[in-house]
């Protein structure tokens, strides 16, 4: 007991000596005035932080502000033509189907996989709906519903062949690409097919805010994916697949459950834009659908380069779009060729590859 009490007064005793020197600043023991500066001076500070934000700007808008550039000079050069809202609104309204499918593209390359049979599906979905509706006489959304379907279980079968068998990804979609187109071509007789029904065309292209209503489509599919992605587990698990399959196993993450639902999200996905596109044009040739491939693959890789440098982005993906199509257009409103398509989506592509891999080899060195 009596140790007890001398340990107590022992504690006081010492307590009251520190704040003692605390308050007459004796002594090694620390002090709020003559605690070192925890960082450096505050004009190195605002220095760094103004580097900082230009390399943040550099390295995640470069992109918009070369868009931004290009948009300027056309202005200056054709203000008549370039600068009217008309050419606004064919930008930004004429490119709802490449923007569903470079988000069908980007839903499975975010988890690691590849698949080029989406241009094929979305021709599937196309052809299907004017087959059924404007030669059998089946009603619309049937027919709609139907071309789902069908789209979604090509997706089915892609997941089985590359999650169930493991074959390789690139072979499998290349080979169901290839098939869907043909069974299309043996819908539709190799030729063009057509549907006319109004409130169908209003699908896709019905007023709103002077733009096309699948404009919008297209911008609420780029945030609800980014809102999966960044805010929900499953985006988590997603990109945790994308990045290391193995480690993502290893992690209890339902790996092959990931991609093969990536596949069948992917393939519904590519068959929303075969419905807007038949809805927009009122008809589908089965044979062009390979051409949309290109620029859906070079946008999402180009879209790497912005936003979130080194990985797959919808909203990097939905910027690389519309600059794409906005140095097209002035080129086309400046009188080239329809040729120069081609050649701005594959030089696109090759440069946003490149692009992804150099900011890939950088994160890595970092």
């Given at each position: 007991?009596?140790?007890?009490?001398?340990?107590?007064?022992?504690?006081?005793?010492s307590?009251d000596?520190?704040?003692a020197?605390?308050?007459?600043?004796?002594?090694?023991?620390?002090?709020?005035?003559?605690?070192?500066p925890?960082?450096?001076?505050?004009?190195?500070?605002?220095?760094g932080?103004a580097?900082?934000?230009?390399?943040?700007i550099?390295?995640?808008?470069?992109?918009?502000l070369?868009?931004?550039?290009?948009a300027?000079l056309?202005?200056?050069?054709?203000?008549?033509?370039f600068?009217?809202?008309?050419?606004?609104?064919?930008?930004?309204?004429?490119?709802?189907?490449?923007?569903?499918?470079?988000?069908?593209?980007?839903i499975?390359?975010m988890?690691?996989?590849?698949?080029?049979?989406?241009?094929?599906?979305?021709?599937?979905?196309?052809?299907?709906?004017?087959?059924?509706a404007?030669l059998?006489g089946?009603?619309?959304?049937?027919?709609?519903?139907?071309?789902?379907?069908?789209?979604?279980?090509v997706?089915?079968?892609?997941?089985?062949?590359?999650?169930?068998?493991d074959v390789?990804?690139?072979v499998?979609t290349?080979?169901?690409?290839?098939?869907?187109?043909?069974?299309?071509?043996?819908m539709?007789?190799?030729?063009?097919?057509?549907?006319?029904?109004?409130?169908?065309?209003?699908?896709?292209?019905?007023?709103?805010?002077?733009?096309?209503?699948?404009?919008?489509?297209?911008l609420?599919?780029?945030?609800?994916?980014?809102?999966?992605?960044?805010?929900?587990?499953?985006?988590?698990?997603?990109?945790?697949?994308?990045?290391?399959?193995?480690?993502?196993?290893?992690?209890?993450?339902?790996?092959?459950?990931?991609?093969?639902?990536?596949?069948?999200?992917?393939?519904f996905?590519a068959?929303?834009?075969?419905?807007?596109?038949?809805?927009?044009?009122?008809?589908?040739?089965?044979?062009?659908?390979?051409?949309?491939?290109?620029?859906?693959?070079?946008?999402?890789?180009?879209?790497?380069?912005?936003?979130?440098?080194?990985?797959?982005?919808?909203?990097?993906?939905?910027?690389?779009?519309?600059?794409l199509?906005?140095?097209?257009?002035?080129?086309?409103?400046?009188?080239?060729?329809?040729?120069?398509?081609?050649?701005?989506?594959?030089?696109g592509?090759?440069?946003?590859?490149?692009?992804?891999?150099?900011?890939?080899?950088?994160?890595?060195?970092?």
């Amino acid at each position: 007991m009596r140790d007890s009490v001398s340990d107590t007064a022992a504690a006081r005793h010492s307590t009251d000596d520190d704040a003692a020197r605390r308050t007459a600043g004796d002594g090694d023991a620390p002090t709020p005035s003559s605690a070192p500066p925890a960082g450096p001076p505050v004009g190195v500070v605002g220095g760094g932080s103004a580097r900082a934000l230009l390399h943040t700007i550099a390295s995640r808008y470069a992109l918009v502000l070369v868009w931004l550039a290009v948009a300027l000079l056309y202005y200056l050069i054709m203000p008549d033509t370039f600068g009217t809202w008309g050419a606004v609104r064919a930008i930004f309204g004429g490119q709802p189907v490449l923007v569903f499918l470079a988000m069908s593209a980007l839903i499975t390359l975010m988890v690691g996989e590849f698949d080029l049979s989406i241009a094929s599906i979305m021709g599937l979905a196309a052809t299907v709906v004017p087959v059924l509706a404007g030669l059998h006489g089946v009603n619309i959304w049937v027919a709609c519903l139907a071309a789902l379907a069908a789209c979604t279980l090509v997706g089915v079968v892609n997941a089985f062949f590359v999650v169930r068998l493991d074959v390789s990804s690139l072979v499998v979609t290349l080979g169901t690409g290839t098939l869907v187109i043909g069974i299309s071509q043996a819908m539709s007789s190799s030729n063009v097919v057509s549907v006319r029904a109004e409130v169908f065309s209003d699908l896709a292209l019905y007023p709103v805010l002077g733009m096309p209503v699948s404009f919008f489509y297209g911008l609420a599919l780029a945030l609800g994916i980014a809102y999966v992605m960044g805010y929900t587990p499953l985006g988590r698990h997603m990109l945790f697949v994308g990045a290391n399959r193995e480690v993502a196993r290893l992690a209890g993450i339902r790996v092959n459950r990931i991609r093969a639902g990536a596949y069948i999200v992917a393939s519904f996905v590519a068959g929303l834009a075969g419905l807007i596109l038949v809805s927009t044009l009122g008809g589908f040739d089965s044979t062009t659908s390979s051409q949309f491939l290109l620029p859906a693959l070079a946008a999402v890789f180009l879209g790497t380069a912005v936003v979130q440098p080194g990985r797959f982005n919808p909203i990097g993906t939905l910027i690389a779009i519309y600059f794409l199509w906005t140095g097209i257009f002035g080129l086309q409103l400046l009188g080239f060729a329809g040729w120069i398509q081609n050649v701005f989506y594959g030089a696109g592509l090759v440069v946003a590859v490149a692009l992804a891999k150099i900011v890939r080899n950088r994160s890595t060195a970092t």
